[in-house]
């Protein structure tokens, strides 16, 4: 039964919640419970749900409009006929795929060219930079609603509406990481570590992807959970105003609240707007949660959150070494005040 004890240590993230304390702890696993719940939730969707995203009836009988929760329907059905619990399901996983393909592509994109704009300089500097500062500049969610339109071309299929929302929200954050690796690569390429690489012969390539970017992507990881949450609120916008994707296509928690405030609020139907808005609450927090954690984690200034008193593993360690380098100095300081008591000691017993 020794394997089962090592289990633990081999479940990924372990590491990461052992170098935590206190309330960063709470907040890492609060977090990470809330996102695996909407995981889950997207990848088993058609388990999960007794109905699908599309779906209006049931052995030929519909659901009926607005229906209030029953055990039929966990949450009701929409002024569309559509079960809401099977909606909010099958918008985790829209949400999720939106997610992964607009971060992923933001890093590839943001990451790669701000390594290559800070280490080089010169007019592919000032050109990158002139690009990625128009960008930034440019209204968001205006942004996004344009690169929307022209990606989808007036179609909101599931994989159109999917991949339109993923690069309008990539266009919105290939500026932030170009910005932040771009400068921490223009600080790191005066490190000694480069020079010896480029003494050693190493070409510009290797040198920017291989010896730099290692060492400036330490904020990468909360960047990430940053934009995923601002992913999640910009796919719900596009898909509140009406840029989003249709609801026979792929559920969409924003194309569904859009409804619920136009049509059911006035007649005091809550249900069909307070599930997805949960949704979108709850794993926004989570994100939230978890780049908090990772920020305190990673960014060795900070000081864990588990009290005044506690102190990072970082700290404990330094702590560590200065008192046991502070007790090999005071050791030869005894040997030498012991020893040169003890003839005194024995100078005074002779003494007549």
């Given at each position: 039964?020794a394997?089962?004890?090592?289990?633990?240590a081999?479940l990924?993230?372990?590491?990461l919640?052992?170098?935590?304390?206190?309330?960063?702890?709470?907040?890492?696993l609060v977090?990470?419970?809330?996102?695996?719940v909407?995981?889950?939730?997207?990848?088993?969707?058609?388990?999960?749900?007794?109905?699908?995203?599309?779906?209006?009836?049931y052995?030929?009988?519909?659901?009926?409009t607005?229906?209030?929760?029953?055990a039929?329907?966990w949450?009701?059905?929409t002024v569309g006929?559509?079960d809401?619990?099977?909606?909010?399901?099958?918008?985790?996983?829209?949400?999720?795929?939106v997610?992964?393909?607009?971060v992923?592509?933001?890093?590839?994109l943001?990451?790669?060219?701000g390594v290559?704009s800070?280490?080089?300089?010169?007019?592919l500097?000032?050109?990158?930079?002139?690009v990625?500062?128009?960008?930034?500049a440019?209204?968001?969610?205006?942004?996004?609603?344009?690169?929307?339109?022209?990606?989808s071309?007036?179609?909101s299929?599931?994989?159109?509406?999917?991949?339109s929302a993923?690069?309008?929200?990539?266009?919105?954050?290939v500026p932030?990481?170009?910005?932040?690796?771009?400068?921490?690569t223009?600080?790191a390429?005066t490190?000694?570590?480069?020079?010896?690489?480029?003494?050693?012969?190493?070409?510009?390539?290797?040198?920017?992807?291989?010896?730099?970017?290692?060492?400036?992507s330490?904020?990468?990881?909360?960047?990430?959970?940053?934009?995923?949450?601002e992913a999640?609120?910009?796919?719900a916008?596009?898909?509140?105003?009406g840029?989003?994707?249709?609801?026979?296509s792929?559920?969409?928690?924003?194309?569904?609240?859009?409804?619920?405030?136009?049509s059911d609020?006035?007649n005091?139907?809550?249900?069909t707007?307070?599930?997805?808005?949960?949704?979108?609450?709850?794993v926004?927090?989570?994100?939230?949660?978890?780049?908090?954690?990772?920020?305190?984690?990673?960014?060795?200034?900070?000081?864990?959150?588990?009290?005044?008193t506690?102190?990072t593993?970082?700290?404990?360690e330094?702590?560590?070494v200065?008192?046991?380098?502070?007790?090999?100095?005071?050791a030869?300081?005894?040997?030498?005040?012991?020893?040169?008591?003890?003839?005194?000691?024995?100078?005074?017993?002779?003494a007549?």
């Open positions: 039964m394997w089962l004890s090592k289990l633990p081999r990924p993230g372990y590491r919640v052992k170098s935590t304390h206190g309330l960063q702890r709470v907040m890492l977090g990470g419970g809330l996102i695996a909407f995981v889950i939730a997207a990848l088993g969707a058609q388990w999960i749900s007794p109905y699908d995203f599309d779906q209006t009836r052995g030929g009988v519909p659901f009926g607005q229906q209030p929760p029953s039929d329907h949450f009701g059905t006929g559509y809401v619990f099977a909606r909010v399901v099958y918008g985790a996983r829209t949400a999720v795929m997610v992964l393909a607009s992923a592509a933001s890093i590839v943001g990451v790669s060219t290559v800070g280490y080089l300089g010169g007019w500097d000032r050109l990158l930079v002139l990625t500062d128009a960008l930034y440019f209204p968001s969610l205006l942004m996004a609603i344009i690169v929307s339109i022209v990606v071309g007036g179609s299929n599931a994989s159109g509406g999917i991949i993923a690069l309008a929200i990539t266009v919105i954050f932030q990481y170009f910005r932040v690796v771009r400068n921490a223009i600080s390429k490190e000694p570590y480069v020079d010896a690489a480029r003494v050693a012969g190493s070409k510009s390539g290797r040198i920017m992807f291989g010896h730099v970017l290692p060492n400036v330490q904020t990468i990881p909360v960047l990430i959970t940053l934009n995923a949450s999640i609120l910009t796919l916008s596009l898909g509140f105003l840029f989003g994707i249709e609801p026979t792929a559920a969409e928690w924003g194309y569904d609240l859009n409804k619920a405030t136009t609020v006035a005091g139907i809550w249900w707007g307070v599930f997805p808005g949960l949704a979108i609450v709850l926004v927090t989570g994100v939230t949660l978890i780049g908090e954690s990772l920020n305190d984690v990673l960014n060795p200034l900070l000081r864990t959150r588990g009290g005044a506690a102190t593993a970082d700290e404990a330094l702590v560590q200065v008192m046991s380098e502070v007790s090999d100095r005071r030869p300081v005894e040997r030498d005040r012991t020893a040169s008591a003890a003839p005194a000691a024995s100078d005074k017993g002779e007549p």
